[in-house]
């Protein structure tokens, strides 16, 4: 009996490793990032890192329990449908979008695969999502908010330039959001007495025509409405309001930056960040239709002074007062 016991626990022993060495390795689970940008653009890299810190604050490490699948559209949003039909084709378990137009390419390409919005002008009045509270399909996420906070940016353009009466507004008619952010801005420019030139750009070559056509128009201030292809053509922008004289109030901190004189928008890296909540609960079980859409909490005013001085402006205390960035 000892010697049966004895070789029926060698047994047991010698068998042990080889059956956990049968076991399949854990899943890693992939996670899909389809971005409007490049890669080597700053700001799109402090982003994407704002979203790779928001999982890792969760206990996600790359390359050991989760793997990030990248995809950048480089300013053309006719790379969308490939890139988005990669990801589907890769079998990630979530996919995150950057903007609007990737949210909608997105969700063509896919009505399983979970998506989660980072940063979205308008998800309700785009169709992404039958509700806030209650998305309905595969899609949740994050609202920029951009429709509420434009009445706003008019509001302090006309606090800095308060004799202003005929104001020109930039926007791209291809981004679903934009539509929303032209109503709000139409009815905030009613209430604060300024008429509104609205100008197109689909492209960065359709904006110098912009421009020329605000000179024409004799605008007295201008509006740019948050957009990825107009966010890439910052530079050119800044320029050309700076070129005009043209006081100017944008969206994302990026403009500022880039010599707009104004910007005021939803902390964009503080929803990147959150954005890696909704793909922790989602790969933790969660439906994307039960996941509310959440609105910003963070905002911030930008106010570049080297470009006030530029155009000899003097910002009112109230404004100063209100910023949470000065650039000198």
């Known amino acids: 009996m000892n010697r049966r016991a004895f070789l029926c626990g060698s047994i047991f022993v010698l068998a042990a490793p080889l059956a956990a060495a049968a076991q399949p390795p854990e899943k890693v689970p992939r996670v899909g ?47 969308y449908p490939a890139l988005a039909a990669d990801l589907v084709r890769l079998k990630v378990d979530v996919i995150v979008t950057v903007g609007g137009r990737a949210s909608q390419v997105a969700q063509q390409a896919t009505r399983t695969i979970p998506i989660v919005m980072s940063v979205v002008i308008d998800p309700l009045g785009s169709g992404l999502v039958s509700s806030l509270a209650r998305p309905g399909g595969n899609v949740t996420g994050l609202s920029l908010m951009a429709s509420d906070l434009v009445g706003k940016q008019l509001q302090v353009l006309k606090e800095v330039v308060p004799e202003v009466s005929r104001v020109a507004l930039l926007w791209n008619p291809a981004n679903p959001g934009s539509a929303p952010q032209l109503r709000a801005a139409e009815a905030a420019a009613r209430v604060l007495g300024v008429r509104l030139q609205t100008l197109e750009a689909r492209a960065p070559q359709e904006i110098d025509s912009a421009f020329a056509a605000m ?48 910007a005021y928008s939803a902390n964009l890296l503080d929803l990147e960040r959150r954005a890696a909540t909704y793909v922790h609960k989602i790969l933790k079980g969660a439906k994307p239709a039960d996941l509310p859409v959440e609105q910003p909490t963070k905002f911030e005013l930008v106010i570049n002074m080297r470009t006030a001085k530029a155009l000899g402006l003097t910002l009112p205390p109230s404004v100063l007062g209100r910023a949470d960035q000065i650039i000198e």
């Open 33 to 79: 990032y389809l971005s409007p940008g490049s890669p080597s653009e700053p700001f799109r890299q402090r982003r994407f890192e704002a979203f790779r810190q928001g999982l890792r604050e969760l206990g996600y490490v790359e390359g050991q329990n989760i793997a990030i699948e990248s995809r950048w559209a480089e300013g053309k949003y006719d790379r």
């Open 215 to 262: 000179t024409r128009e004799r605008a007295g201030a201008l509006v740019v409405l948050s957009d990825a292809i107009l966010l890439n053509q910052r530079r050119q922008i800044a320029e050309l309001a700076a070129e005009r004289r043209l006081p100017a109030v944008y969206g994302p901190s990026e403009h500022a930056e880039a010599g707009g004189l104004m």
